[in-house]
């Protein structure tokens, strides 16, 4: 390693993207080094790092692709090249990204396709990168604010039911449903892995925050952690009494386990004894969704703090104390997500306007309050938000 001194995940994390970003410049034009230096105060290693891959999927498209730009090394495209660029160059750009080639692990081509969102996204990097090149003068004009972005459709939030909570649960405790293989390894994670998934569910935890948690994180005399949010702001959150015995159930396992150097102070370490990484909790995730809910083909972690963000927000209808709990800077994504819950009583709220010509006065109404689990089938959801509503206070 070429740091001696003692560094926490996260900034072990920051220091490797940091030596990935500046790899990845030598394979970028030099103005895109003066842009990625202009932003470093204003955003993470990791957001830079992700306008790096961007940039330079969108250079070997223009040197692929183009004359102009097919004469020289990327590394050599200068302000001469960039303003040959016009508009047609980017809608190509942006059909390109719906279906291209890349290298593979193995160095076999393998074939990415971007949807609305991965392609709205990448231009919005390739936006950020011209409008600098404009307010610089490397350019004359910002030729991307000409390009449409994509239109992009809501989704709906997926998540796992209550009778699916229950199993994904049932499957990490007894390895009930797994494969015989799968089956053979899991006495040797199931505590480690039904600790993880209460923290996920009762907490809306991020897998890498999850990853990142120290011994010396948790206080289990208030039920607290401190977790390092993204950006590197750092905040304590709150978990229930399922969710402590889980955790300290763990811990006993933990503590007869010698870690690797450089890995003692991880809570949740891999069978190789080294702090467990986003991967593998994203293959357990998926191990036992596939018991759980078959048909839900892509629970991940990420659905699983969604899980738990559906289960806050029907509980107490606080749509900014979901977003405090989940770390999201901006009310309006989660607004954005959660709010859309609200539609089953809005629904039954008509049933109560009353017109000339309508129902009489004696006449039963439907109830406003919550639906049962027949007339919406997230009702059901409430009981287990109960169990898992962080004690906040």
Do not use: W
Not at 197 to 224: K, M, P, Q, W, Y
Not at 284 to 300: E, G, H, T
Not at 357 to 373: I, W
């Amino acid at each position: 390693m070429p740091y001696q001194q003692e560094t926490t995940y996260h900034t072990e994390m920051d220091i490797r993207r940091t030596d990935r970003l500046r790899a990845l410049q030598k394979e970028l034009p030099a103005v895109c080094t003066d842009f990625f230096r202009s932003i470093a105060h204003t955003t993470s290693t990791l957001t830079r790092l992700a306008y790096a891959y961007d940039y330079r999927l969108f250079f070997t498209y223009l040197h692929e692709e183009n004359y102009v730009f097919s004469q020289l090394p990327v590394p050599l495209i200068g302000d001469r090249e960039l303003q040959t660029l016009t508009v047609r160059d980017i809608d190509g750009f942006q059909d390109y990204l719906s279906q291209y080639y890349a290298k593979d692990a193995e160095g076999e081509d393998r074939i990415v396709q971007n949807h609305e969102l991965g392609i709205m996204r990448k231009l919005s990097s390739l936006r950020s990168l011209f409008e600098y090149l404009f307010k610089t003068g490397h350019i004359p004009a910002n030729i991307t604010t000409l390009v449409t972005l994509p239109k992009t459709h809501e989704k709906p939030i997926l998540r796992l039911e209550a009778d699916e909570m229950e199993k994904l649960l049932l499957s990490a405790r007894s390895g009930e449903g797994l494969t015989q293989r799968q089956q053979a390894l899991h006495a040797r994670s199931a505590t480690r892995d039904v600790a993880i998934l209460l923290l996920f569910l009762g907490t809306g935890i991020r897998v890498s925050e999850l990853v990142g948690i120290n011994l010396e994180d948790v206080d289990f005399s208030i039920n607290a952690f401190m977790v390092t949010r993204k950006g590197g702001s750092q905040t304590i959150l709150y978990f229930p009494q399922q969710v402590a015995q889980a955790l300290q159930a763990y811990l006993q396992e933990r503590n007869q386990v010698e870690p690797l150097e450089g890995h003692e102070n991880a809570f949740f370490l891999s069978s190789q004894r080294r702090r467990i990484t986003q991967r593998a909790v994203e293959n357990m995730v998926k191990k036992y969704a596939q018991v759980a809910a078959p048909l839900k083909k892509r629970i991940s972690p990420h659905k699983l703090r969604s899980t738990f963000g559906t289960n806050l927000y029907q509980e107490t209808g606080d749509i900014y104390l979901v977003a405090d709990v989940l770390g999201h800077a901006d009310v309006n994504t989660t607004r954005r997500h959660y709010a859309a819950m609200s539609d089953a009583r809005k629904r039954r709220a008509v049933a109560h306007v009353v017109l000339p010509g309508g129902p009489t006065d004696g006449q039963q109404k439907p109830p406003l309050g919550p639906a049962s689990e027949e007339e919406d089938p997230e009702a059901g959801l409430i009981d287990t938000a109960n169990k898992m509503k962080p004690t906040n206070e």
